[in-house]
């Protein structure tokens, strides 16, 4: 896969037929540079959306409609050969991104091999068959004579799952157990002498074992290529790219502020307590108490704040620089002489706004880059269900009205370090409202928040 900068060859000698590509090697396509970033941000954001449908206990019916909206949403294009194209473009360039540390590697295969398998599923049982043979399974269908040797004991399996067994035109293929984990855990199969019989409509597990094991083998290959030449050959223009996606945010924009109804400044202690998220409310506690805020605690509360949604004759629309200065000098007042703020802080606070250095208007931090960053000591930034206690994060949550059993739930969710899914549960208990999307960014996490306030008591705040 050769990436170039700014335009495609004509992909009518690229048709790569496949109805359900199998990923065994990168194609012989160029890519634009554009494309290879704008394709796997496309497949990330279906396979964040799988993670989360997964993390919630989607049911598998759930799960099949949730795949085909999400790749709907994300991966179509009106000709079917660019479609494959971008799958498999973006399938690749992902492997780069997620062959980098053991735990990348883990979400990205367990992600793709779900993927794969509700793709697998919806296709028709010719389509199915052909891909066996794409795998080139060794398996054998059972003769006639030996299935009415073990007829009854595929019935009783079938029966157990409330199915009957269509024995016309019934296949199974018998294969070592060890070989369908799922189906045997199930008690979806019969077995004996060591084989299971797997029916047709089972053959997904034969495929998805199959499929996890190659790309797992890739990952690490790629890896290796990735540590001794790529990252290097690489370093001024793929790297970069490759560096960022993995923590990229693939939501909407909130780097605009978002308008509401009239806040004043004098609101803003409130308003941090009805709809800041734990992350934001903790730094502006901090802040208050503490009347100093270390950089980090400053950027992730100060990009935040400048464009959250505020809307008032005071603030204008964000809370523009000057408002920013006045925030901050004051909140110090008590620690740091104006004097000493004027020199010290107020240049980074200019710099945030794009009015000083290289006059970046910098964004907000999203939830994935807050959740990735590792605070000192004496800093208080960074996701508080990643990095509180346990004991100081029930203590919050309780502090935000959160009930005892939701707070079970959300420990739930953050011992199985599903962080965000544990800030969207706390918005949920808070709120008493769903919030289906997840929360992926703190100020999602507000307009949400100031949206259902707004839908409950007609006004915000
Ligand atoms: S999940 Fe996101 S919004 Fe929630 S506390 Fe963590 S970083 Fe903040």
Redesign the pocket.
Known sequence: MEVVQSHRKSSSNNVIVSILPLYRSAPPLEVRLEDFEFFAMDRLRVLKGISDGLCRGKKPEEMEKLVVDLWKANMRHPQAVEEVNKDIISHFVLRLVYCRTEELRKWFLSMETTLFRYRFCLKSSEAQRALMSEFKLPYKAVSNAEFESVKDNLGQVARSMGQTLAAADAIFYKVPFEEVPDLVAGRRVFIHKGHAYVAMNQVVSLVVTQFRSFLSKALILTNRKWTSTIREQEKDRLTPIVEALCTSYQGPDYSQPQEFGEISIKDIDQVAKTSF????RHLFEKVKEDHHLKHGGRMQLGLFLKTMAWCSCLMGVGLKLDDALAFWKAEFAPKVSAERFDKEYAYNIRHNYGREGKRTDYTPYS?QK??SVTPGIGDHHG???RHFSEENLRAALVRMGVSSRAVEDVMDKVHNRH??LA?TLTFEAVHGSSCDAG?NH?NQ?FIDSQRVLQSKNGSVA
């Open positions: 998220p734990l992350c934001m939830c807050i959740i996701c508080p269900y962080y965000q800030c929360i703190p996490y």
